[in-house]
């Protein structure tokens, strides 16, 4: 009888000690492999966000119209569905005005307009920018005039490109819409345009 009992606490403390490691027991697998993949999952992600980092701060942009276009581009700016409308008419549609004008007219070296639903984005380069009366009209008001009608602008890269933003949408003195703060944070994009490539 007392070989029995003791066979059976060994037993028991065999058990309990197998019990204390782990081994067998289903619910400690799933949870390391549940860790271990959630982990992975999560350095993936983390590898992936990096990457992105790393191409969007790698990325250049030649100093140039076709640079900064590409630039707008990345930033969704310009869609391919505003690149397929897009026309070099290149000044806005002025009231009154019968007239056939291109962006030469301001002293512009080129200019496209891209229209996007009710948004458009007029890009302009100068090639001489300190020279230029409406681009230091700008750079002084924030606007040029032409034929008596003042026209909101933008610079980038010291004056040697420009853009009008124009949304049917937006309502004067709006500051607090979605279409004010879109536009805010459009022509943020385009005056951090930092071009690095020649």
């Given at each position: 009888?007392k070989k029995y009992i003791a066979a059976?606490?060994?037993?028991?403390?065999?058990?309990?000690?197998?019990?204390?490691?782990?081994?067998?027991?289903?619910?400690?697998?799933?949870?390391?492999?549940?860790?271990?993949?959630?982990?992975?999952?999560?350095?993936?992600?983390?590898?992936?966000?990096?990457?992105?980092?790393?191409?969007?701060?790698?990325?250049?942009?030649?100093?140039?119209?076709?640079?900064?276009?590409?630039?707008?581009?990345?930033?969704?700016?310009?869609?391919?569905?505003?690149?397929?409308?897009?026309?070099?008419?290149?000044?806005?549609?002025?009231?009154?005005?019968?007239?056939?004008?291109?962006?030469?007219?301001?002293?512009?070296?080129?200019?496209?307009?891209?229209?996007?639903?009710?948004?458009?984005?007029e890009l302009y380069s100068f090639k001489?920018?300190?020279?230029?009366?409406?681009?230091?009209?700008?750079?002084?008001?924030?606007?040029?005039?032409?034929?008596?009608?003042?026209?909101?602008?933008?610079?980038?890269?010291?004056?040697?490109?420009?853009?009008?933003?124009?949304?049917?949408?937006?309502?004067?003195?709006?500051?607090?819409?979605?279409?004010?703060?879109?536009?805010?944070?459009?022509?943020?994009?385009?005056?951090?345009?930092?071009?690095?490539?020649?």
């Amino acid at each position: 009888m007392k070989k029995y009992i003791a066979a059976v606490i060994a037993c028991l403390f065999i058990v309990s000690a197998f019990a204390g490691c782990g081994i067998g027991d289903p619910l400690s697998d799933n949870s390391s492999k549940s860790s271990s993949s959630s982990t992975s999952s999560k350095e993936k992600s983390t590898s992936s966000k990096t990457e992105s980092k790393k191409t969007e701060k790698t990325k250049t942009y030649k100093d140039s119209f076709d640079g900064l276009v590409s630039y707008m581009k990345d930033k969704g700016y310009i869609t391919s569905d505003s690149v397929k409308q897009s026309s070099e008419e290149k000044l806005p549609t002025i009231k009154g005005v019968d007239k056939d004008y291109g962006y030469e007219y301001i002293g512009a070296e080129k200019g496209v307009k891209y229209p996007n639903q009710n948004i458009t984005i007029e890009l302009y380069s100068f090639k001489n920018p300190e020279k230029n009366d409406y681009v230091q009209s700008v750079k002084k008001d924030g606007k040029f005039t032409l034929f008596d009608i003042d026209i909101e602008a933008y610079l980038a890269v010291d004056g040697k490109y420009m853009m009008i933003y124009t949304d049917s949408n937006l309502k004067d003195g709006d500051a607090e819409s979605d279409n004010y703060k879109a536009k805010k944070l459009a022509v943020e994009k385009f005056e951090a345009f930092n071009p690095t490539e020649k």
